[in-house]
């Protein structure tokens, strides 16, 4: 594992843009590059350049063809001598609530909006705005002082609708090797976080290299280390074993933690009646807890203390719905509902230690139900991000559930959600392989895009936009270099097109409507 | 191509029920058998029993063991004895608007219930109502007389969302061969209706072909064979040349044309100003021929003409959109919305000669613009069944848009759409091979199915609370037999599990939530 490992685009460069306040700052996008489209004019070919069209790019120095990698040495480190000059304590969140810009704050503003100035786009998006959406905690910027190779992102409702990639190993599957290499492949299909969950032998070792090569904030559940510690026996946890867990991935980098402090011992009764029970598996664990101790959750008793960890290394806390619903049967019930009031009274302990928080949700939603779990959200938990799996929208299809999932998502996107958890194909079936989860990223880059979109967020059109006159002017190649996944798109045409040409062979060159439309012109009189 | 072919499901048996007005009806549906649920009380093993699941079969006799189905002869002539007993002209709305309940009518109430009377599930669903909602033009069964071998089936929002599948080959591929087996493999996913859009040639004999062995009813767009009897110039289409391809489609048994009378001359230069122009091809040919002749449609001035014809075989108009948005960016304008008001004049029309009908839809809509389109159909159209063709709600993934558009169909599908019309993964690439329909069906049942949930249809949750108990209960086997497509299920929990167990290799045995959600029956005091 020390390949230089590349990343490539087709016709497209790695571009910087630096920053107002921090002129130091290069913030990397990608720039398509597009061919000019020909027309004909009294009998004359005409040309006209199409601008470059950028995009989102979260696959960090793996693009940048100056940049060596090495996956021994790990990736550079480029926010070590922003946080170096930092004190201890100082959180993204304090330094915003004292009215401080970071270099976190002005990259996030530039990379969500990348060259919608040079355009004319207005955007409500400013260094300013994201520090006071940092203060207010409706957004979050997960960047672990010991994480420094991570290039910064922010989770909020008001920004891009951003995903999340679960990798991870389990005692039954796959090796380190293989889960570093799917990390860069979700970075590489445009996976903005990425979490850990691996549940397996060598859970430091493998979370050592992810992190040390991985440009994207990573996640994890530290109850699956501190279970391990124990063997697996959920009564055996202590605080103290956890604490220590925490300790442990604060020093190696982790940058946002899931823990399911919202499991109280007087609601873990109301699973027993659901249809599916519990199925989270961190929440499963400390409800067993609760259970034979008869005790209030040391998740929960300890909560101001895990509030001053992460406070000390900056880390961000997903609170963890371990009472999600595990089928549309069960959704929007007391059990996820009373868990969702607990939460909204942790977030404001987390804020008031300057710890940047988020919620999890679930999970498995019917359409109709999903709008409800969005507003009461918002309201409960006083306007921290919500991050979502799915939801899936129906139980009847596995091996199709990245699909029944992404409906959902995308709705819940567009009402409001900030982060989605991406689904595979395999979910409820099998661990993913690497084809797994570049459907999963996929499908969930074509959520998250579809609630920018709803959402009218600035600039958001512009890709679509670019890629449909692309489509009408019969550049394939363009539409082909603009797809989520050009690759993919490419490879399908080839399988009946031997030619580029103006049609193709769906419909043949007497039946192609676009061909037809663009005649249609020459006949208006 | 004699094979007697056959459809199979796993642990699932072709049973039929009866009607009460038409005793000798016999309605097939598919009833899924399950294994005991296993739970150890008190240290005995105890067995409880889990009620058979009754699934919405679109298979016909081809999964029925007991008919020895052969394409050279067509299947079983279902509906020759009931339309042999009417008169002329007697098409089922004039006989529902005259108060009378057909065979077809009752048929197709047994069918949108299935066991619901058994489980006490109430449904609104009666032939009466069935025979009103015709009435009203609300709701269309597409049942050409020549087409006896299809199985009534009901378009329209009061009953369970429908989907069509299109095959058909093209100048650059495929044979008639190919596409007879894509329709039976359509059927065996679940397409409720089947377009033959084929434009290559021998586009008689495909048709027929398709017609004698599909179970579903058929659609086209008879635009396309005209335009092939003029070699593809536009300009020399008439009235009468495509006035004989219908009457020859009719013959055939085709139940329902697509056929784009809502382009008016004064509306085409509405495409004009688009990104993406038309992209409808019937759309663009005939506006080709209003813009060449500056002459209004002959399919809008013969508008009448054409119901008459429809009446004599009782074969229902799909007012077809040519002006239907090709992009996200034209969504909603106003030729989109121009040819909708016109549609809203024809479909009254159609009704006042006794013909169904319903009107189709887009197309490319971001998510915040869906909602207009469908209430703006219901509001043109009179409450006519609405049928789109997803929409994409973004477009900047091809290569997926079977999942971008099932974002928006299923959206439309619960704000009241009647019938989503599928994408496949191949969509503005190339034409779908047998593994595309197969994804793009099972992809729209989801779509369809996550409708009618949020829809609250009668027993639509039947399904969905059996598959998640029998995932609860680690009923793997029932969990695949349930599912939309239990062999794609079945291959991905393979790909990492060679056992049957209580746990499986995404957790693993210690970290399966169910396992312990289980064990905390035995911790409750």
Known sequence: MNDNIKITYPSSEKVYMNGRIYPDLR??????????????ENGEKKMTENAPVYVYDTSGPYSDPNIETDLKRGLPKLRKPWTDARKTGDTLMALAKRGIITQEMEYVAIRENMNCAELGIETHITPEFVRDEVAAGRAVIPANINHPE??????GTNFLVKINTNIGNSHQNSSIEEEVEKAVWSCKWGGDTLMDLSTGTNIHETREWILRNCPVPVGTVPMY?????????????TWEIFRD????????????????CGIRLKNVHLSQGRLTGMVSRGGSIISKWCMVHQEESFLYAHFDDICDICARYDVAISLGDGLRPGSTHDANDAAQFAELDTMGELVERAWAKNVQAFIEGPGHVPMHKIRENMDRQIEKCHGAPFYTLGPLVTDIAPGYDHITSAIG???????????LCYVTPKEHLALPDKDDVRTGVVTYKIAAHAADLAKQH???TIRDNALSKARYDFRWKDQFNLALDPERALEYYKTSNKTEGEFCTMCGPNFCAAR????????DR
């Open 27 to 40: 913030v990397g996008m990608r720039r398509v590059s597009l061919t000019p489209t020909v027309t004909i």
């Open 150 to 155: 991570a290039e910064p992102m922010i989770i």
């Open 225 to 237: 280390q501190a279970f391990e510690k124990v063997n697996g026996k959920a009564e055996n946890l």
């Open 245 to 260: 867990t925490l300790i442990e991935q604060c020093e190696q980098g982790v940058d946002y933690f899931t823990i399911h």
């Open 409 to 419: 998502a995308a709705m819940i996107g567009w009402y409001g959600t900030a982060m």
């Open 458 to 460: 600035p600039g958001a």
């Open 516 to 523: 037809i439309s663009h005649s249609l012109k020459d006949c």
